[in-house]
């Protein structure tokens, strides 16, 4: 995949970025509206949704995510990254000697909805590098400089922050460059939607099964209101509903091998995720503890995911804080919040 220009405007201009980060984040738009084209001609392109093996995690590998890892690795050199950690890669890769800046990304999230013409993404992560490259990944989420995702949907885009407020930035069909659209994005404190993938019942813990619970009884129940259900299997397009809507997001800890922490990775999607979501003022926790106050112990390590509408992420922290044999009694009375 090669990247193209033809005049000498900038891709994404440099008024709200830091100049410091303008090289990195002008090299990610040119990959980014790059593969918004590619994945706009749909079949006309290619099979982009072929599998062409597993990642190092064991997850099905699309010929698109491969492209999409090569193009952005290719397009950062001498940007200024030092260390670049791909979710595609089994090891972090070097990239310009003695950088200053470390780079996770998930180079195309949601890739098993490429053939059905479903929003999905790229997610990011930037750190100060250090002289380790695992080091500069395996910290607390919350010494990330900069997070956020392109989205390749109807509409192309780029949401962001630099620790000062969530900023989205439109894909401009006619001229191909990054316009901000909103500088400041708040999430809406109430919602009547969650996500969650409910085909999992079974395997949740209690507390989760409880909240869903109570959320299925709608009006009748003890949250007296009905609730609608979303779920798309691609977390840039989950983020970018609730950034905009409201809601909630849940991929919960189960009891099925390989699920027992969660299956969301911590460096390349729980982190950008959290830190872009509690700058629109949201929260982001593993169900109980923040996932800003949280290190990676492994490079590919996953985590239990809930973010969303501050209210919503709370009150699902609290059905975990409850005692066991509390939780339990739930079921025979639906529910906990009730009169």
Not at 42 to 61: I, S
Not at 75 to 93: D, F, H, I
Not at 94 to 105: H, K, S, T, V, Y
């Amino acid at each position: 995949m090669t990247t193209t220009d033809t005049n000498s405007q900038p891709i994404v201009a440099p008024d709200h970025i830091p100049a410091r980060l303008y090289p990195v984040m002008t090299a990610l738009c040119e990959v980014a509206e790059q593969l918004a084209l590619t994945i706009a001609r749909g079949p006309l392109g290619g099979a982009l949704g072929a599998a062409v093996g597993e990642n190092t995690d064991g997850d099905q590998q699309k010929a698109l995510d491969v492209m999409a890892d090569e193009a952005f690795a290719a397009a950062l050199k001498g940007t200024g990254v030092r260390w670049y950690a791909s979710e595609e890669q089994e090891e972090v890769v070097g990239i310009d000697e003695g950088g200053a800046f470390a780079l996770a990304i998930d180079p195309l999230d949601g890739s098993s909805n490429i053939d059905v013409n479903v929003s999905i993404g790229t997610l990011f992560s930037i750190y100060e590098a250090r002289e380790g490259a695992n080091e500069s990944f395996l910290r607390p989420a919350s010494e990330q400089i900069a997070a956020g995702y392109f989205i390749y949907g109807p509409q192309g885009g780029l949401v962001v922050t630099f620790g000062d407020g969530t900023m989205q930035f439109v894909l401009e069909p006619e001229t191909r460059r990054f316009v901000l659209a909103k500088d400041r994005m708040r999430i809406p404190p109430q919602s009547t939607e969650y996500s969650i993938n409910a085909s999992n019942y079974r395997h949740w813990a209690a507390p989760v099964r409880a909240y869903i619970d109570d959320c299925l009884a709608g009006a009748e129940g003890p949250r007296a209101q009905n609730f609608n259900m979303r779920w798309v299997a691609s977390l840039v397009a989950e983020t970018h509903r609730i950034l905009t809507r409201g809601g909630v997001f849940l991929y919960p800890s189960d009891d099925r091998k390989g699920y027992e922490h969660g299956r969301l990775r911590m460096v390349y999607e729980c982190a950008p995720v959290a830190m872009v979501i509690e700058q629109a003022g949201g929260k982001a926790t593993d169900a109980v503890l923040p996932i800003l106050n949280q290190s990676a112990r492994t490079l590919h390590g996953r985590s239990p995911l809930v973010f969303g509408s501050s209210e919503k992420v709370e009150r699902i922290q609290t059905y975990h804080e409850l005692p066991a044999n509390e939780v339990s009694a739930l079921f025979g009375s639906r529910g906990l919040f009730r009169s």
